[in-house]
């Protein structure tokens, strides 16, 4: 087979041909290289700006900022964005966080940037981020074929996997020959970039029925009607949850426990990028396996492979589990995301979607603040050994619970069977 009948037989073909996607994709590549970026800049900058004996707590403060409000947005604004199409919801999260961190580099140019000041920014930038995820989802769930979802959502996994494998040494670069800010400034640029594409590129369709969704929890009611959505977010919830931890107890294992400089914790975050760009490549193969049981494998395997750095294993075979664990990661987001749009009501998919992103934006901040008593109590290594074996028992108990379930729909349709 020729390599252009090849690239025709992905499963990724009907995704980067279609007319309307290849006028979205590029704005959205720019956007997610500035929150690559990103991740690198807005803990550096609140470390150049917080006073020196309390640089943890701002960072960590920032970090939530730029996140959490969006799970506070995503579940409280249901009765104002009810009636907006996808584009105007992906649109104006972008546009408000243009505005919101470009105001960042200008004040700091002024010198009237605080470090209070940038932390209240960076939590306005993010209240519309669950409603933006939300309308890009949407917008691909109404673009594709429904077996075609997944190969789509493994295309916005793998460019968020390299620009995060790209990212991070681009802001370095960037913070030694401007400053952190000049790095927030790109990203402000990368957003409007992102607003303008989908509020240009996608047509304004129409939005809900406002009569079927008049309530600020309506995402939330209509997971809680659909049994498979709720059993869906409630594995990603913990399963998250449990992930959580690992981002306190793996700096000190490293720096504590093995007594290594920080390039081999580089190592470990560098083996998880690369093993999810590969992961994000190979997702769109796995439409021809039944979907629910392949996400909950990835959850068991994912504690497996994550049970080594726990453990005490030698620092390579640690490393190469830590691989594998970035390996799983997209295809389980993926999955689930699919699942997800197949599953809701086509009407009340940006809501569903944006009280799904909501939730589990939660889930690893409250995992993450579990994991500095947990490593206080237990130590680093123990946390890790924890978090691991309670994702993989999680995963045993979710497949446990899919077969009883199983099982008690199929009894009442033998017993019909055998009546005469």
């Known amino acids: 087979m020729t390599a252009t009948r090849m690239i025709r037989a992905s499963p990724y073909w009907p995704v980067l041909t279609h007319p309307t996607l290849r006028r979205l994709l590029p704005g959205f590549t720019v956007s997610s290289l500035g929150d690559g970026m990103a991740v690198v800049a807005v803990s550096w900058l609140a470390i150049e700006l917080a006073p020196a004996s309390d640089h943890g707590m701002w960072v960590a403060l920032a970090a939530a900022a730029y996140t959490v409000p969006g799970a506070v947005g995503g579940l409280v604004l249901a009765r104002l964005l009810r009636r907006r199409s996808p584009a105007q919801l992906v649109g104006w999260d972008a546009l408000l966080r243009a505005t919101a961190l470009g105001a960042i580099p200008l004040c700091h140019a002024l010198g009237t940037l605080t470090i209070e000041l940038y932390v209240a920014l960076l939590a306005a930038s993010s209240v519309l981020h669950s409603w933006g995820q939300a309308g890009i989802y949407t917008i691909l769930a109404r673009l594709l074929r429904e077996r075609d979802l997944l190969a789509g959502n493994a295309v916005l996994s793998s460019v968020g996997s390299l620009s995060n494998v790209i ?20 990203d402000a640029v990368t957003f409007l970039v992102l607003g303008i594409t989908f509020l240009s590129g996608v047509r304004q369709d129409s939005a809900p029925d406002p009569e079927q969704q008049d309530s600020r929890t309506a995402g939330l009611a209509v997971i809680r009607r659909t049994p498979v959505l709720l059993g869906l977010l409630s594995l990603s919830f913990v399963f998250f949850f449990l992930f959580g931890p690992v981002y306190v107890a793996l700096p000190l294992y490293v720096s504590d426990d093995l007594d290594q400089p920080a390039v081999v914790l580089a190592a470990f975050y560098t083996a998880f990028g690369g093993g999810a760009v590969i992961g994000s490549l190979m997702t769109g193969y796995l439409s021809r396996l039944p979907m629910w049981p392949t996400a909950i494998g990835i959850v068991v395997s994912f504690g497996a492979f994550l049970l080594p750095v726990g453990l005490g294993a030698p620092v390579a075979a640690a490393i190469g589990g830590f691989a594998v664990v970035g390996l799983l990661w997209p295809p389980y987001a993926a999955l689930s995301t699919t699942l997800f749009q197949r599953s809701a009501p086509r009407e009340s998919l940006p809501q569903a979607l944006a009280a799904s992103s909501a939730v589990r934006t939660l889930s690893v901040p409250l995992g993450t603040a579990l994991g500095g008593p947990l490593v206080t109590v237990l130590g680093a290594q123990a946390t890790l050994s924890l978090s691991a074996a309670s994702i993989t028992v999680l995963g045993l108990g979710a497949a446990c619970t899919a077969r009883a379930s199983r099982n008690r729909r199929a009894r009442p349709s033998r017993g019909r069977v055998r009546r005469p």
């Open 167 to 186: 990212g991070p040494p681009l802001a370095a670069a960037l913070i030694a020959w401007g400053g952190a800010a000049t790095v927030i400034a790109v």
